[in-house]
T-cell receptor
């Protein structure tokens, strides 16, 4: 069964550094998403991406964040200058091609900012 | 505004018994999906069951079933014959099509 994959599974970085989290969505999907879960809290929506542009973003997704689909398979989340409060689990999801109700989640990347 | 409420932060159940986790949501959308996700200590999000709002019939997946009450905006999860491996956080989620909205979760412990 096709699945969403994410790399790395765990990333440790120092405050102020840039990080790029990578996702490979399911191959025929057209809608892509990033979510964040701070330890002990609920999963929160960050951004959705369709047709090579952001279709929706939350208040959390400020100028420190950016997303990109650099080729036909990868979908990346970049955090320009990490802060301690960016430490969280980051989930990528994808859906489509016919509708975006059923989002398939990747296993997540645990980001630790020290 | 779209909200999802899970009013039970923690629950426990004896192995082999049945437990029901509650979830309510608020939306003005008429078509949407509802989901229950299981999150073990690995923190991976594992889909347990999904329900399409336009379907009257409650979804069932082996030992897991839902009680979907659309008018009441209620979507509870019933776990039958609880197993030790069911111990995890359970998140209720609602998707009107653009993004998922998650509840705060219920921590379920299955007691041997």
């Amino acid at each position: 069964e096709p699945e969403v994959t994410q790399t790395p599974s765990h990333q440790v970085t120092q405050m102020g550094q840039e990080v790029i989290l990578r996702c490979v969505p399911i191959s025929n999907h057209l809608y892509f998403y990033w979510y964040r879960q701070i330890l002990g809290q609920k999963v929160e929506f960050l951004v959705s991406f369709y047709n090579n542009e952001i279709s929706e973003k939350s208040e959390i997704f400020d100028d420190q964040f950016s997303v990109e689909r650099p080729d036909g398979s990868n979908f990346t989340l970049k955090i320009r200058s990490t802060k301690l409060e960016d430490s969280a689990m980051y989930f990528c999801a994808s859906s489509g091609p016919n509708h975006n109700y059923e989002q398939y989640f990747g296993p997540g990347t645990r980001l630790t900012v020290t | 505004a779209q909200t999802v409420t899970q009013s039970q932060p923690e629950m426990s159940v004896q192995e082999a018994e049945t437990v029901t986790l509650s979830c309510t949501y608020d939306t003005s959308e008429s078509n949407y999906y509802l989901f229950w996700y299981k999150q073990p200590p690995s923190r991976q999000m594992i889909l347990v069951i999904r329900q399409e709002a336009y379907k009257q019939q409650n979804a069932t997946e082996n030992r897991f079933s839902v009680n979907f009450q659309k008018a009441a905006k209620s979507f509870s999860l019933k776990i039958s014959d609880s197993q030790l491996g069911d111990t995890a956080m359970y998140f209720c989620a609602f998707c009107p099509g653009n993004q998922f909205y998650f509840g705060t979760g219920t921590s379920l412990t299955v007691i041997p």
